[in-house]
Structure formats: C-alpha cells, structure tokens
C-alpha cells in the first residue's frame, strides 16, 4: 500500500466504507487491494489480488514526449 498508484473511495455508502487501491508489489507486480474503513479507526484488508484488467484505465499514464 506504500507505492499505491490509485486510491479510490468505493463510494457506496456502506458501512464500513470501502477504499480500491491499486500498486504495485516490491518485485512490480500490479496488484488490486480493497480495506474496509470502520467508524473506530480500524482497517481491514479484504481482497489483494493480482490487478484485473477492468482497472487498467484507472491507472496514471506516463507524460508524453
């Protein structure tokens, strides 16, 4: 979660809020992350998977030259 490239609130209005992170690992894989957010300060990841093509747009794109 340290090199996260997105972060982005689920946005559904459930309790617990959900955040999608998306970042790479320490050897560059992409991976897709989801934490829960509790009302107390708690967070709990749920889901960390290889990064799904469905996310791809989501991520910055490199300046052009």
């Known amino acids: 979660m340290e090199a996260a490239l ?3 609130d689920m ?4 309790s617990p809020s959900r955040t999608l992170i998306l970042g ?3 050897a560059g894989n992409l991976l897709e992350v989801i934490v829960l957010h509790f009302d ?3 967070e709990m990841a749920i889901h960390a998977m290889p990064m799904r093509t ?3 747009a989501m991520l910055p794109r490199p300046p052009e030259k």
């Open 40 to 42: 107390d300060g708690r």
């Open 54 to 56: 469905q996310y791809r």
């Open 11 to 14: 946005g559904d209005g459930d």
């Open 24 to 26: 790479s690992d320490r």
């Open 6 to 8: 997105v972060v982005a």
